[in-house]
């Protein structure tokens, strides 16, 4: 079923037109968009199995054969993150029904978040360097509209701040894709591959680094993150969850996807550079995260420490590299959205996001704070939550390399981001409630007493802390079908893994 | 050839500078500009600057002319003028409304999304100290 490619990205745009052509009516609106992102889950799952029996599903669009007409692939990278994609966008939207600050209901929500899905899901399954750029440029479009739809000053602020350095970024790859054409005579992500490596490395090498300073602003890497801390916290917990969960991680696997895939034949300096700034961006994410007592801040900071240990993946540049990357993707996605989901419990609960004025949740509600014990260990990457693999595969494997620096920076990042993670712990559950301050006053200070309306809000939190507890007790299926699938990947053949492989 | 180069260098050059002013307007109109010399640039990738001939087969012929000029280029150069146009209309207005509703035109002075840290060098609680 080569069709079942094309559903990441058919199923959320056509949600978004119903959606889009509902408009009048908020009930049947919110009613297609739950039911679209649940055939996408589906959609998804589908995909992923068929990717699992059969290995990599493709489709030409008009039957033009490979290298000229525009492809869409799924290999087990590209079907894994729309599973991930899928399963976010679910229980975002699931949390949006909730009354935990969601996004105000104005008419363009529902369609704008179902465009950012296709978004998304069209950059997973793209087989096409132009394509990328197209989805890049859509998911643009729509984090921006999801950014200034509640209408505050401080909100239009931020989207001001996003789209100045994301659209500086997107150019850069526009021409960085028009330089690697020139270069060699492709956009296709197959025929690309082969030229890379029949060619000499100098004739497109410096013009891969354009694209890459790309990916690397819409990734949120050091020093090009200053986008990130300056908008995600203007958003609206259940858009700020998806905004976390995927969007700073599409541009990682845009790096993985050209790095570990399409240019494997890179040579050493450049995935060098990328490991070294892994390690900036991992210590000052939780050093700035460490400085805030805004949750919502706190955790935008986490961020960026969190794109630190997936770049020091794509950075170690074996295959084993590139399979522990997707599985701490895949842990960080679930462990992220989930925090911030609770985060937005908290604020419902506690009537603000400053930790400051929280307090007294661990008496009040034990159940929350169990779910945010299991998310922040499998952040901090505590046994056996998934965290504690994720971390495991990585800096063994950075070890095996002789990395000591890398995997010290990555040890004392799990310790910077333990010391967050308890003063979240402390402040927010641990310690009395703070008497409340009248001038600041708000109804949602009344909440712990009337807690009607966050039953979806507890759903979407306990599917996702269920989610991290099962990849945290059962990881072997998914490491070894990640295994095989970062055996698929260009990297396979050009650096196979000392490690896991045994020779060295 | 030399006239596509220097059009990229010259937009750039302008672009760069209107971005790097504290101006929002003059910020996002930049931004737009150097969006124009990278589509300049993409298009110069096609050789449709060197080319004499139009990338149409001619009657009779089984292929494109030799000297003929690349249209992918072209096609994707359109695809980016169409994305930069809903992103300039989209900008143009954020700017706008940001002025009128702030009074104010200094991307330096903007700090509604970061509140500056209050005197003691705490961070702001709810955006005032």
Not at chain 1, 167 to 181: A, E, R, S
Not at chain 1, 294 to 315: E, T
Request: aromatic share 8%.
């Amino acid at each position: 079923m080569s069709s079942l490619v094309l559903t990441p990205v058919l199923v959320p745009l056509g949600t978004a037109l119903l959606t889009a052509a509902l408009v009048g009516q908020p009930r049947a609106q919110r009613l297609t968009a739950l039911l679209g992102t649940g055939a996408l889950l589906g959609c998804a799952g589908a995909l992923l199995r068929e990717v699992q029996r059969m290995g990599p599903v493709r489709t030409h669009l008009g039957a033009w054969p490979a290298p000229f007409g525009i492809e869409l692939v799924a290999d087990g990278l590209g079907a894994a993150m729309v599973l991930l994609m899928a399963i976010v966008g679910a229980v975002t939207l699931l949390f949006q029904q909730s009354c935990a600050d969601p996004a105000p209901a104005r008419p363009g929500l529902l369609p704008l978040f179902s465009v950012l899905l296709a978004g998304v899901g069209g950059t997973f399954v793209t087989g096409d360097l132009f394509n990328l750029y197209v989805w890049f440029e859509v998911l643009l479009l729509a984090a921006l509209g999801l950014l200034a739809l509640g209408g505050q000053v401080r909100q239009l602020d931020a989207t001001l701040k996003y789209f100045v350095l994301n659209t500086l970024g997107t150019l850069l790859l526009l021409v960085g894709i028009g330089y690697l054409y020139a270069a060699t005579g492709h956009l296709n992500f197959g025929a690309l591959r082969e030229a890379a490596g029949r060619g000499e490395a100098a004739s497109w090498l410096p013009f891969l680094v354009v694209p890459l300073l790309a990916f690397l602003v819409k990734a949120g890497a050091f020093p090009l993150f200053a986008w990130l801390p300056a908008s995600y916290h203007t958003l609206p917990g259940p858009l700020l969850a998806l905004f976390a969960g995927l969007l700073t991680k599409v541009g990682v696997y845009a790096i993985l996807r050209t790095l570990s895939d399409v240019f494997a034949a890179s040579p050493r300096v450049i995935y060098e550079c990328v490991g070294w700034l892994a390690v900036p961006t991992m210590i000052v994410g939780a050093l700035g995260a460490a400085y805030h007592w805004d949750l919502r801040r706190i955790l935008a900071f986490h961020v960026i420490s969190q794109i630190g240990y997936l770049l020091l993946g794509v950075g170690l540049g074996t295959m084993a590299g590139a399979s522990a990357t997707v599985f701490y993707l895949g842990h960080n996605v679930l462990a992220k959205t989930n925090l911030v989901l609770i985060a937005a419990i908290v604020f419902r609960l506690g009537g603000s996001y400053d930790l400051r004025r929280c307090g007294g949740l661990y008496k009040a509600r034990p159940l929350l704070a169990v779910m945010f014990l299991i998310s922040a260990f499998a952040m901090v990457g505590a046994p056996p939550l998934s965290g504690f693999w994720a971390k495991l595969m990585l800096i063994r494997e950075t070890l095996l390399l002789e990395r000591g620096v890398w995997a010290a920076a990555a040890l004392t990042t799990g310790f910077l981001t333990l010391y967050s993670m308890s003063k979240i712990w402390l402040e927010a559950f641990w310690k009395e409630r703070p008497p409340r301050d009248e001038s600041h006053g708000s109804e949602a200070g009344h909440a712990l007493e009337r807690p009607e309306g966050l039953g979806c809000a507890y759903a979407a939190v306990g599917i996702l802390a269920g989610l991290t507890v099962a990849l945290g007790l059962f990881p072997e299926p998914v490491v070894s079908f990640l295994d095989r699938s970062a055996g698929q990947l260009g990297v396979a053949r050009v650096h196979p893994s000392p490690g896991f492989g045994g020779a060295p | 050839m030399l006239v596509v180069a220097c059009a990229v260098g010259v937009s750039l050059t302008a672009g760069v500078y209107l971005t790097s002013s504290r101006d929002l307007l003059r910020c996002v109109i930049g931004i737009s500009l150097i969006g124009v010399s990278a589509n300049l640039a993409m298009f110069a990738a096609g050789r449709s600057t060197t080319a004499s001939a139009p990338p149409v087969v001619l009657e009779g012929a089984r292929q494109l002319p030799v000297d003929a000029a690349n249209p992918l280029p072209q096609a994707l150069v359109l695809t980016a003028i169409v994305i930069s146009f809903a992103l300039t209309c989209f900008s143009l207005v954020l700017a706008l409304v940001l002025q009128q509703r702030t009074g104010i035109s200094d991307a330096d002075a903007l700090r509604r999304s970061e509140p500056p840290p209050c005197p003691d060098g705490k961070p702001p609680l709810e955006g005032e100290c």
